[in-house]
C-alpha cells in the first residue's frame, strides 16, 4: 500500500509535507505496558517512520484490562515482542524495534543518541529517572503517570524545563498494587501521543507545565511547574 493512502485522513487534516515529516522521525518509548501501548498505536497510525520500544515485563493477566496490544492469547510471552508483532501490522510504515531491556540496569544512551524524542510510559520513579539520567541534551521527553482515574504528564526538555528528579525527587517504587481504570489510561496516553507530535513541531504545549487529568468529574488543570 502506499503511504499516502494509508495516512489520506492526516493529510487531508495538516498536509503531505507534515506526513513526511513524520515519517522521517525516530523515537523510544520507555515501557509497553498501559501508556506505552496507547502511545505507541497512535504515533504508528500518525506515521512516525520509527519507533524503539523498550520493556522487559511478561503478559500477566492484570495487564489486560489496560495494556490494549494485548490479549488473553499473549500470556506469559514478552510485552516488547508482542506489541512490535501487533505495531508493525496496524499500517505497514512504521519501523518498530523491540528492546527486551531493564531501563537503569541495561545502557541505552546509544539508543536514543539516534532518536529525536522520547516517550517516558515507565510506571515506576526509579526508572523514569533513570531514563531522563539517558536522555540526550537535544532531545525531549514527554512522560506521563497514572493513580487511579487520575493522570499527569509534562515534557521534559533539557536547559528549559524541570527535570523529574526535580519535580518528583524522593519519589521511589510503589510498595503495593498501583490501581488504574482503562479510561484514565486512554485518555492520558492521547495527550501523550500529541505532546510528542506537538513537540516533534517545535510546539510543546507542556513545557513548564504539568497537566492534571481525572475522568470520574473530567477534571483537567495545568500546572506552572519551575527548576528549583
Known sequence: MKREDVFARNIALW???????LAEKSLFIGGVGALGCIVAEILVRCGVGRLIIA??????????????????YDLGRPKVYIAAERLKSLTGQTEVIPMNVSIGDDDIAGVLAGCDGIADCLDNFPSRFALEEAQ???TFMVSGALLGDYGQLTSVIPGRTVRLQELFAGLGKAARTIPVTSTIVFA???????EVL?????????AGELLVVGMSGFFLE???????
Do not use: H, W
Not at 498536509?15 to 515529516?21: A, H, I, L, P, R
Not at 506537538?198 to 510546539?203: E, S, T, V
Not at 495545568?222 to 528549583?228: G, L, N, Q, Y
Open 15 to 21: 498536509g503531505k509535507e507534515q506526513q513526511d515529516f
Open 55 to 72: 520493556d522487559r515485563g511478561i503478559i500477566d493477566p492484570p495487564d489486560l484490562n489496560r495494556q490494549a496490544l494485548y490479549t488473553l
Open 136 to 138: 540526550p541534551g537535544n
Open 188 to 194: 492520558v496516553g492521547s495527550l501523550m501521543a500529541q
Open 198 to 206: 506537538n513537540n516533534l513541531r517545535g510546539k510543546p504545549q507542556l
Open 222 to 228: 495545568r500546572i506552572a511547574v519551575k527548576p528549583a
